[in-house]
């Protein structure tokens, strides 16, 4: 089975979100904005182990504030709104999750960096394109995180929440 696991924030101004990803996203419909703590992985492994793996690594981390505001791109082609408050948090998040059980699937290559992703392009040319359409994008997004979310990665790339662990 294909998982991954996420913060799913709710932002009260989520739709400006929305609209982004609409434009600019090729998985707005299948999967809600999100910043994405471990990446896609496939187990065999059943929802009971790896909620319970969640709930043991993040016994004690408390609930934060999360802010977000800014667009910015990245060599293979996406758009990120950037963390600019509880950077520090979903980095330790991260780190403790990639711990035990889904150690195997830290992927080193590339450095973790926190952000919501509202788009991915296909070439340079739509790539720069639309980095210049969100330059006036300034909108500032704010909420507290109090859980996480396991989904699972359906066959046609939606998502499933399997279950949810409170911070």
């Known amino acids: 089975m294909k998982r991954a696991i996420h913060i799913f924030p709710r932002f009260d101004n989520a739709e400006e979100i929305h609209c982004l990803r609409q434009k600019f996203d090729p998985l707005a ?23 319970a793996h969640c709930q043991d690594v993040l016994q004690g981390f408390q609930p934060f504030d999360l802010t977000l505001r800014g667009i910015t791109g990245t060599p293979d082609w996406h758009l990120f709104l950037n963390v600019k408050r509880g950077n520090d ?12 059980l889904l150690q195997p699937f830290l992927y080193r290559k590339v450095t973790f960096v926190p952000h919501l992703t509202v788009g991915h ?3 340079v040319e739509t790539f720069e394109s639309s980095l210049a359409a969100t330059q006036e994008f300034d909108h500032i997004f704010t ?9 699972v990665i359906e066959p046609d790339e939606s998502s499933t929440v399997e279950g949810t662990v409170r911070l």
């Open 29 to 51: 419909n299948l999967i809600p904005p999100h910043l994405t703590l471990v990446y896609p992985f496939e187990s065999d492994w059943s929802a009971e182990q790896v909620q």
């Open 89 to 100: 948090e979903i980095i330790a998040l991260h780190d403790r999750l990639y711990s035990g």
């Open 121 to 123: 392009l296909t070439n």
């Open 143 to 151: 909420c507290r995180v109090d859980e996480i979310t396991v989904e």
